[in-house]
Structures are given as C-alpha cells and as structure tokens.
C-alpha cells in the first residue's frame, strides 16, 4: 500500500515507518524537519509539510491508500492545548480533497473525563491530571471525527502508557473503550511496546472491524 504517515520523526513514529517498509509498503513521511528522519529505504520519500494545512497536505495525499497519524503534543499544565483537533481537521480535509478514506490515528487510555477511576492510584491521582490538558484535547479530536467524519473510514488506537521499546510477538488484547479491562473490571496492564502500537496500527490496514470506531489495546 501507499501509505503518509505524520509524526514519522516521533518514537513511535519511526517505529512505524520502519516496519512498514519491512511490510513493503510504499511510504510518504511527512515532517517538519527531514534532518530528524536520516532513514534512508528506496521505498521511502520524506517531505516537509505544515501539518496544520490542508493545502499542503493535500499535495502529498494524492494517490495514497491510507493515513497513519502518530503525531504528539506536549502537556500544558495551567493552558489547553489545540493540535490534535487543529491538525486532524487539516488531515481530513486535505483527505478529502484527494478522496483517501482510511485513516488510523493514535490517542491514549484514560481521553474521556472520568474514564481513569479503575486506575492505580499513581496513574489516577499524578499521572492523569498532570496530562490531562493532552487527553482533553485528544478527547476532543476522537468526538471530532465521531460527530463529523462519518465519509471517511477512520480508526483511533488508544494505547495506555509508551515503552520505547521495539516491536514483540505478544497477542494484542482489545476493547472498545477507555482502557483494556482484566476480568475484574481493572486495567489489564499500565504500559506497552511502542513498537507494538505500531505493529496494531499496521494491522489495521487489512482489518474492518474498529473502522469508525476507538479501540484501546495492549499486549499479554
């Protein structure tokens, strides 16, 4: 497939781009600072790109299967942060425009008000509410394309805390909603592989099941 990818310059980014070329897929890097991104594969192509404008996301999402966002944006702790809203309203635009469908793009456990209250009291109590003007605003963009992209066939992935580890063979566990639940109702673990967020994300590409939906996961 032909794939854009935001983000590619992040952690979990790279690990994304990587093993899409190992898939070979055909990728298309969009950043803000190509020196971030020395990967070099023939099947590989790494662009600068405002990824707040339609207009110049539009010129590299010609022709491409699918959009793979692993874009972050640091915590504020006294102000509201807007980038993933302002960015995902550029990607679906531009999306349009040039009549890409799929989408797949990554948040994090815990988006909505109140969904943390199974939680261990570290992630309940300092964790969450230092982050939370982050999972507000990812909240905010998940109900952006729940109320407004019903034309297009996206998926968010929500994985709970980011190991910067690579990809392993472990099974993924999945739910529809805020976090992944063991049997009792609590969450089934804290954190997971990057490398494995992006393992699921590429396996969306084949799968119907979480379009237009939110899907939390990790591994066991």
Known sequence: MKLSVLGATGQTGQFLVKQALDQGHIVTALVRNTAKLPLQHQNLKVVE????????????????DAILSCLGFPYKIFSSISGYTDSMKAITAAARRCAVKRIITMTSWYTAPESGQSASIFVRFLLLPLIRSVLTNMHQMETYLKEECSDLSW??????????????????LTHEGYFVPDPSGYP???????G?????MLSLL?????VQKAVSMCTV
């Open 155 to 172: 998926t968010v992935v929500r994985p709970p805390g980011l190991q910067n580890t690579p990809a392993t063979d472990k099974e993924f």
């Open 206 to 210: 084949d799968r119907n099941e979480w």
């Open 196 to 200: 494995d967020v992006a393992r699921f």
């Open 188 to 194: 089934v673990t804290n954190v997971v592989a990057r």
């Open 49 to 64: 790109a405002d990824i707040f404008s339609a207009d110049q996301l539009s010129e590299h999402f010609q022709g491409q």
